[in-house]
């Protein structure tokens, strides 16, 4: 957590926020090995089921590869009294489901003692339902969401001297939404279904400079371009 310009060697729009969560992936460690990787599962109440895998691999002495995914799901149809005057009804969540994806893949590469990569691709991809309000008679619920995300990104740092470091970032965005619900008597001018979509698109692309002064003070200069598409 940054407040002001704890770390003033980021992109301008950073510093300009008032409060910054700031999240790095950790570069991966392997010592005696070239290679290493994990699974795992998972199971709970209400239908929930998880699954995640993970692999790191040493290409070189200089470049890492790591490979990680997960999914899971789960109906979330919990029982629940509703009460209304006199009348108490014995219910479970309905149009309350899950299912998502993510996976996502890193670089990380020591060019040298002075140049330093990491490029990363991510992907998500969810649908859910919305349960919508408990209601008398009436547990009818239509609402669904789906949500797709993926972007790349690459982050080159450069240290020319121990006084002057360089670094660039370039990142492409790709945000999806979409809004169904369907009910008869809401939406008849549409055959009985509200659809709605959301797209948005960025390309964005920051240059950093810092010159440290003394041990103590340090001074940077930092360009943001950034294009939006809705």
């Not at 969540?93 to 991510?122: T, V």
């Not at 370039?170 to 008869?184: G, L, W």
């Amino acid at each position: 957590l940054s407040l002001g310009a704890d770390n003033i060697f980021q992109p301008a729009r950073n510093v300009s926020s008032i409060a910054l969560l700031n999240i790095e992936t950790q570069s991966p460690q392997l010592l005696n090995k070239s290679y290493k990787g994990d699974a795992s599962l998972q199971t709970g109440s209400f239908g929930l089921l998880g699954a995640s895998v993970n692999y790191i691999q040493k290409l070189n002495n200089k470049i890492i590869l790591s490979l990680s995914t997960d999914a899971q799901r789960a109906d979330g149809q919990f029982p629940f009294d509703f009460k209304s005057l006199d009348v108490t009804e014995h219910r479970k969540r309905r149009n309350n489901d899950l299912q998502s994806f993510r996976g996502e893949a890193n670089l990380y590469a020591n060019l040298s003692p002075k140049d330093e990569l990491r490029a990363k691709i991510y992907y998500y991809n969810s649908e859910r339902g919305v349960p919508g309000s408990a209601i008398s008679y009436n547990e009818y619920a239509a609402e669904r969401i789906w949500n797709d995300n993926i972007f790349g990104q690459i982050n080159y740092k450069r240290k020319f001297s121990n006084r002057i470091e360089y670094k660039v970032l370039a990142r492409v965005n790709h945000d999806f939404m979409k809004y169904q619900d369907r009910h008869d008597d809401k939406y008849e001018e549409t055959g009985g279904i509200r659809d709605d979509r959301f797209d948005q698109d960025e390309y964005y692309l920051s240059n950093m400079l810092l010159y440290k002064v003394t041990d103590k003070i340090s001074v940077s200069v930092a360009e943001d371009l950034s294009y939006t598409k809705l």
